[in-house]
């Protein structure tokens, strides 16, 4: 299996960082946002406090918070929640033996929200078409 990388910018409160290296991650349901990174551009935290298991299998807790806007190989997501939290060493390390960035990590939530999908043959995100499920039968249809 390939990892997949993707470029990525947010543009805080207060300054933008880019990469052309976060990490997409099938298995973290939140993007996270290393703390020292998520003060330098500005964040709104939102008071709420997640836990987690890392993949090195380390609890961590995380604070959320909300981006201004997060751009996804091009895809623009205003206010994005993130989970701001000190990304474990042992994490950080596997993600710069990959060539990978160590201070941002998109999550699932982040992907489905950009219409995009890990291509674990390619490495790269690609975009899918959004549906909606409907009911053959209405809610508000008597019965």
Not at 63 to 81: D, F, H, N, Q, T
């Amino acid at each position: 299996m390939v990892l997949v990388k993707a470029r990525v910018k947010l543009t805080g409160l207060k300054a933008s960082y880019s990469t052309s290296a976060a990490l997409a991650d099938s298995g973290a349901r939140m993007s996270l946002v290393e703390k020292h990174l998520a003060e330098h551009i500005g964040v709104k935290y939102t008071g709420r406090q997640i836990n987690f298991i890392s993949l090195s299998g380390h609890a961590v807790k995380a604070s959320e918070a909300i981006v201004p806007e997060m751009k996804i190989e091009g895809e623009a997501l205003k206010y994005e929640v993130i989970a701001v939290t000190e990304i474990p060493s042992t994490v950080k390390k596997t993600l710069r033996e990959n060539r990978l960035d160590e201070n941002v990590i998109i999550g699932t939530l982040t992907l489905e929200r950009a219409n995009m999908i890990p291509n674990t043959t390619t490495g790269k995100l690609q975009k899918a078409e959004s549906f909606i499920l409907l009911s053959s039968q209405s809610p508000h249809t008597s019965c």
